[in-house]
Nanobody
């Protein structure tokens, strides 16, 4: 099992910045991809950013140039630096980790979510 605990959400004005953190614990062997998803009221959960163990990143188009994902493998922690925030970035942000198993299947793990609210 892997436990994910987010921190860093809150209320910020448009144009401001927030930094989310996700600390992972438990059986970390096989964890490769970590990242962030978000879900706004009435909308489906969407990918925000992913990062692999090797540092490769992937972002949804709407946050490119504004958000940056990073990870500290030694601390089993990854981060999402969010700059130039917009009201449409308001959502519950979920920490995510994927574990690859020996049979080539995978397990997805999720944090409890942290609220980000951007006021106009």
């Amino acid at each position: 099992q892997v436990q994910l605990v987010e921190s860093g959400g809150g209320l910020v004005r448009a144009g401001g910045s927030l930094r989310l953190s996700c600390a992972a614990s438990g059986s970390m062997f096989g964890i490769r991809t970590m990242g962030w998803y978000r879900q706004a009221p009435g909308k489906q959960r969407e990918l925000v950013a992913l990062i692999t163990t090797g540092g490769s990143t992937n972002y949804v188009d709407s946050v490119k140039g504004r958000f940056a994902i990073s990870r500290d493998n030694a601390k089993n922690t990854h981060y999402l630096q969010m700059n130039s925030l917009k009201p449409e970035d308001s959502a519950v942000y979920y920490c995510y980790a994927q574990k690859l198993l020996s049979d080539a299947t995978s397990i997805d793990y999720w944090g409890q979510g942290t609220q980000v609210t951007v006021s106009s």
